[in-house]
């Protein structure tokens, strides 16, 4: 295992699952089976350019575990989406959606790109293009994708049609779609529907009145704007959010409804009035009560895990806290709630959509966000009765419950 301050992605997570099986006596076969991706896929994707030249992109799927249902998860497009950071999530989801109990295991994609300089024509060969090549390992029982960083309903529905232009309608093979083409309600703001939920939860055990919580939130894409909204409409004061463009600060808390109207005519929180700017870094070293880092991995790390000032902090992005800044954190008494726990409001309600689709009987929003809650809050219960019990991290927790619901699942079939 490499050393803790130059861990991968996919070595980070790794750490978490043998401390999990140390924890929990897994024989070291079943480590090894399960450590191992189940399949993985990379594929050409030659994409036709607006100007008629030829782009040659690269796209990865990765099933990283099926012993408790069809595999599950997103498709990233980003530059930094190669195949160490892919392998990395498809893991991260085995473990989520176990913990949350829903019968899905984990995958994730990804395609090499920068999704802002292509126009909507490109993006959508490119996504067509991509999904053909994998269609013969997706489908309604065996691998749902869903949207992440870079994408959205609109990439699902087109991946929705090439699908269906080789296999037929199947509305089921992905999730996270637009309303009219089998969507759920509230599937956009599950995942920051469920980083406010999980701060609630929180704040009652240590007794943190959330009418006097200070948030600061790295990231305002879908899950960082979302959960500032929910947490405002709680009570807390929302002092400060960033993007990649840089961040805003107010003691007094941001006027969202404002800040919306001024994202939506510049497309970036820079500049808003009435707040002063701040760096991201100083954003992430802000004194507040609960920081959200929501934007991509590796945020919080040994070189300023040592600054930051939050009570707690709640990872809405995935892998936001290296394994060497989370070390730093716990030394200095500052839990970190987990993004295996925090952001599994998003593949939640997409169970929920897959459901619907299966059904072809949709819900009503409030059953969505009732049924959400308790799924999620019963998550919560669990993993911190074990964090009192043991004296251990909410992630130690979380990986601990996670690994030991895949562990019996692969025993009970048989495996190996």
Known sequence: MANIADMTPFQAVTRYFDQACDRLGVRDEIRNLICTPDREMRVEIPVRMDDGSLEVFIGYRIQHNGSRGPYKGGVRYHPEADEEEVRALAALMTWKTALVGIPFGGAKGGVQCDPKVLSPTELQALTRRFTRSISHIIGVNQDIPAPDVGTNSQTMAWMMSAYAEEHGYAPGVVTGKPLELGGSAGREQATGRGVSLMIKEVAKDLSIA?????????????????????????????????????????????????????????????????????????????????????????????????????????????????????????????????????????????????????????????????????????AYREVSALVESEKITYRAAAFSIAVDRVVKALELQGLP
């Open 210 to 378: 959330m009418d006097h919580s200070r948030i600061v939130i790295q990231g305002f894409g879908n899950v960082g704007s979302w959960a500032a909204h929910f947490l405002d409409e709680s009570g807390c004061s929302v002092v400060a959010v960033s993007d990649v463009n840089g961040g805003i600060h107010s003691g007094q808390g941001l006027d969202l409804a404002q800040l919306k109207v001024h994202l939506n005519e510049t497309g970036t929180v820079v500049g808003f009035k009435g707040a002063e700017a701040i760096t991201n870094d100083e954003l992430l070293e802000m004194e507040c009560e609960f920081l959200v880092p929501a934007a991509l991995g590796g945020a919080i790390h040994r070189g300023n895990a040592s600054k930051i000032r939050a009570r707690l902090v709640v990872e809405g992005a995935n892998n936001p806290v290296t394994p060497g800044g989370e070390e730093i954190l716990n030394d200095r008494g500052i839990p970190c709630l987990p993004d295996l726990l925090v952001n599994a409001g998003g593949v939640t309600v997409s169970y929920f959509e897959w459901v619907q689709n299966i059904q072809r009987f949709p819900w009503e929003l409030s059953r969505v966000e009732k049924e959400l809650e308790e799924i999620l809050v019963k």
